[in-house]
């Protein structure tokens, strides 16, 4: 059950937990700026819903038969657009998230985006620490990786997201992105997702590499229930027994948790497949089964990339892409967002 109030007094509020409590449940308390979110543990039967609807304060109240209860359309019946400055996930146009696995140099990550942006990508994406399999690979730029990608960011007029790995560099990565990433190894990290919550910005969730779907929903229950609002989901591909992909591409999994979860869903052919060759038809097949976005990783020069160069798409199979998706999603009535002053050619 989740009781919804509209800013409460402390008195009102305290009356709903201590009402709570009388029940034999367990309260836990939401408190945002305009609205204070009561979600309840225990079993409770569908008419003591109506109990709390007539106390003072109490604006609804939602029985949620999920684990996952912000994040559950039961809770929220439409779909919720996170938007990240210009740019909304979740709305009829879909964006697309292009740039480097990593950032390697100023000049490298300003012609990749010089070059995104001129093929209608609406956001940079780019990695500055790398959490990688073998500790002698490299590790990303750290520092001066977040200065380079604000800055060509700025430069060019598109927002900026990465990952951060570490909960004690939330506040740095903070400063410099527009939108955070967990990455699928730390969908898990539970500590990091309490501290990202916190971060104010809007966060770009990967699935695990072997996460289930209600795992992968209620990682963003974490995020949701810390006090974010604006959280997108990633499926970027699961570990399975095929050795011929990096991972196996859950395309399903978009139209399921969109069914689920009120959540928009953007999809990561990059990682999901580990092959450029696979990139685009994948693109394709997400944006038709109704992907809210993409993230693709591009490079100028993908043989010489320090990570990741094997599933990178050159800057001009990259152009050509985007010319196919807004075929595509024109037949399934969608648009591609085109961002800032990109534009299809």
Partial sequence: MIIVMNAPTPEQTNRVLDKIRHCGLEPHCLVGRDKTIITTVGDTE??????????????????????????????????????????????????VIAGPCAVESYEQFRETALAAKDAGAAMLRGGAFKPRTSPYSFQGLENEGLKIMQAVGREVGLPVVTEVTDPRAVGLVSEFADMLQIGARNMQNFALLKEVALAGRPVLLKRGVAATIEEWLMAAE?????????VVLCERGIRTYENYTRNTLDLSAVPLVKHLSHLPVVVDPSHGTGNWRLVGPMARAAVAAGADGLII????????????GPQSLTLANFRQLTRELAKVAAAVGRTINHGKGGAQR
Avoid at 66 to 79: C, D, E, G, V
Avoid at 222 to 230: P, R, T
């Fill in 297 to 308: 990783e591009i490079h100028p020069w993908p043989e010489e990339a320090m990570s990741d």
């Fill in 222 to 230: 974490y995020l949701l229930s810390g006090g974010s609002s604006e």
């Fill in 46 to 95: 569908p008419e003591r819903g109506e109990q709390f609807e007539r106390l003072a304060g109490v604006e609804r109240v939602v029985s949620v038969n999920t684990p996952y209860k912000l994040a559950s359309r039961q809770f929220h019946a439409h779909n919720s657009v996170v938007a990240v400055n210009d740019v909304r996930f979740g709305a009829e146009a879909v964006p």
